[in-house]
């Protein structure tokens, strides 16, 4: 068996610029134009400043144009890939109407100021993923996984409700920029039950641990409406938390909790993807570390390294989904396939790898002068070298050079990288409304880190497959809804 195997096509692929149905062609040229106003206005942001508000219905800020940019780009992407993929489908126009009323309600979700308007915002950006999960209505399994999906998002808008009528409580303002400015007063109960709401319906909505089920339990969307997803929907929890930051920032030990939290679901996500078998089910676990990652960024009073890690994940994930048909074919097996469990034999090309992350780790410290000083932002430079030491070490294993050629080019690419995400970082962070919130460095802030460093070394090194239950333990912890999975080939015959 050779290592690339292909099917012939059958018949020829469909000309989108003829047979595609109208509502497609006119909502996908629709997006495109709200991508290139959103861009307008995101550099008249940066240019003029100022209020831009509705007052008491909603209100313009930084983070709303940048959120524009990034939800019209990624939908237009989408819609565009889509006219192909759903060329022939009988649902295809409810799939773009509804693709395109998620893509206006979260951007209408960015901008909303009023928090009975946020809300309902909330609840039907859920509602649509809802729909786009189970698009081909004639499946069970389909129809089970929205069912699955569906709870959990108004569970998680259940808990924002409960959040948004604490604040109005608490402070007696219906907006939640007066909230913001009201934070100062908060503490005591009431604060407590509407932070911690706050932060379990960002969990659930980013598919933390143990809230992944419903992400794992999707893959009956159309490719298109998971990548969507994957780069979009995702993301809101960490959005949420940085719209309410004045109120999760009031109390350290609440943010030392976010980074727990976070935490777990970074190194889960891992720990998951490593029993994993299939393409789209190790991109879903992927997320579910991802988004533990942002939110971990969140719980170091970072909101501006959150955002930003959540606009490169998205075009990552974007374009993962998007090509996990091709992925399939790249990883068929091969009579000359090396398989090797765990150990780090190549010595050089570790050395090659840990310099790199360290001297991704001093770029980033020079750009933005976190890891300066002895706080929080100390923690966030390590898991910027740590990441970067990650990747290098992919990078000297799987590129097709010499290795003379890999230990060189892997500094002279990452550097750059390291570069332009600072840089990156630093305008977003100047965008936001919000401020940086730097904390102390405590014991479990220590204790978290050297836990992931443990997680990862375990997994790189093999160390976690000599454990039978740990591996049922994580296998059970992947599988999906059992009402949402298909069993046979003929159940993916939408006709």
């Not at 069912?147 to 604040?167: C, D, E, H, I, K």
């Not at 039950?193 to 659930?204: E, P």
């Not at 970072?302 to 996990?324: E, R």
Request: with cysteine; hydrophobic share 50%.
């Amino acid at each position: 068996m050779s290592g690339r195997s292909s099917k012939p096509t059958v018949g020829a692929l469909p000309d989108t610029t003829v047979e595609s149905p109208f509502v497609p062609v006119v909502l996908t040229w629709v997006v495109w134009s709200l991508f290139a106003a959103s861009v307008a206005l995101l550099i008249a942001r940066s240019r003029i400043g100022g209020p831009w508000e509705v007052p008491g219905v909603i209100a313009v800020d930084g983070l709303t144009v940048l959120m524009w940019v990034v939800v019209t780009f990624f939908s237009g992407i989408v819609h565009s890939y889509s006219r192909r993929y759903m060329a022939g489908s009988e649902h295809v126009t409810k799939f773009f109407a509804t693709m395109f009323a998620f893509t206006a309600s979260v951007m209408a979700l960015v901008a909303a100021d009023h928090v009975a308007l946020f809300g309902l915002l909330w609840l039907a950006m859920g509602l649509a993923m809802a729909t786009l999960i189970g698009t081909v209505s004639g499946w069970n399994q389909a129809r089970a996984a929205a069912g699955v999906a569906r709870r959990y998002f108004l569970a998680s808008s259940a808990l924002l409700g409960v959040a948004l009528t604490s604040l109005w409580w608490a402070t007696g303002s219906t907006t939640i920029s007066g909230i913001g400015a009201a934070a100062d007063t908060l503490g005591g109960p009431v604060w407590l039950v509407a932070a911690g709401a706050l932060v379990i319906a960002a969990m659930i909505q980013s598919a933390l641990i143990p809230f992944h089920g419903w992400l794992l339990s999707s893959m009956t969307a159309p490719t298109p409406a998971s990548a969507l997803m994957h780069a979009g929907f995702v993301n809101a929890g960490g959005v949420l938390l940085t719209r309410f930051a004045p109120v999760i920032t009031v109390d350290s030990t609440l943010m030392l909790a976010v980074v727990a939290v976070g935490a777990a679901s970074a190194s889960g996500g891992k720990l998951l993807k490593s029993v994993q078998t299939d393409v789209k089910g190790k991109l879903g676990c992927s997320t579910v570390g991802q988004m533990g990652f942002m939110i971990l960024q969140v719980g170091l009073g970072f909101f501006g390294a959150a955002i930003t890690h959540l606009v490169l994940h998205g075009f990552y994930k974007a374009y993962q989904f998007l090509s996990s048909g091709e992925q399939v074919e790249h990883t068929s097996p091969s009579e000359t396939t090396e398989h090797t469990i765990g150990g780090i034999t190549d010595v050089r090309g570790l050395v090659v790898a840990l310099l790199t992350g360290l001297g991704g780790g001093v770029v980033f410290t020079v750009v933005t002068g976190k890891g300066a000083t002895v706080d929080s932002g100390l923690l966030l430079t390590f898991f910027v070298v740590f990441t970067t030491l990650h990747a290098a070490r992919s990078a000297v294993q799987h590129t097709s050079l010499s290795r003379t050629a890999r230990y060189g080019a892997v500094p002279l690419v990452f550097f750059p990288a390291i570069l332009v995400y600072a840089v990156v970082y630093e305008g977003v962070t100047g965008l936001l409304a919000v401020g940086t919130a730097t904390t102390e460095l405590t014991l479990l802030h220590g204790v978290i880190a050297v836990g992931f460093v443990a997680i990862y070394v375990a997994i790189e090194t093999g160390v976690h497959e000599h454990s039978q239950r740990l591996y049922v333990a994580l296998l059970n912890a992947t599988q999906p809804s059992s009402a949402t999975v298909l069993t046979s080939t003929e159940e993916y015959n939408e006709y």
